[in-house]
Nanobody, 122 residues
Framework: QVQLVESGGGLVQAGGSLRLSCAAS????????MAWYRQTPGKQRELVAS?????????????YYADSVKGRFTISRDNAKNTVYLQMDRLKPEDTAVYYC??????????WGQGTQVTISS
């Protein structure tokens, strides 16, 4: 089975930065469009950013960002390593949540990992 492992979270002050990683393992894994989500107790999981696979090896992935993180977060991928990243800059207390990664397509969604906790102090 393909498994997702998130890492890179931690406790930082407002205005600081973190880089999250999402590694996927499995012999039958296909690296397609991926996304980062976050969830706070009492609220539904929300989409933070996503990145598509390129049309070719010369085409990079297209990205999407939620309005709340646009201009501060950057999503990227390394297909050779089956890994997606989320560079988080100028962090705000509102960014505090557990961050998860997964595929976007409902038919391709994998079992959710444990997520990585991001806590921003003011």
């Amino acid at each position: 089975q393909v498994q997702l492992v998130e890492s890179g979270g931690g406790l930082v002050q407002a205005g600081g930065s973190l880089r999250l990683s999402c590694a996927a393992s499995g012999s039958r894994f296909s690296f397609s469009s991926m996304a980062w989500y976050r969830q706070t107790p009492g609220k539904q999981r929300e989409l933070v950013a996503s990145i598509t696979s390129g049309a070719s090896i010369t085409s990079g992935g297209r990205t999407y960002y939620a309005d709340s993180v646009k201009g501060r977060f950057t999503i990227s991928r390394d297909n050779a390593k089956n890994t997606v990243y989320l560079q988080m800059d100028r962090l705000k207390p509102e960014d505090t949540a557990v961050y998860y990664c997964n595929r976007i397509a409902p038919w391709a969604t994998l079992p959710w990992g444990q997520g990585t906790q991001v806590t921003i102090s003011s």
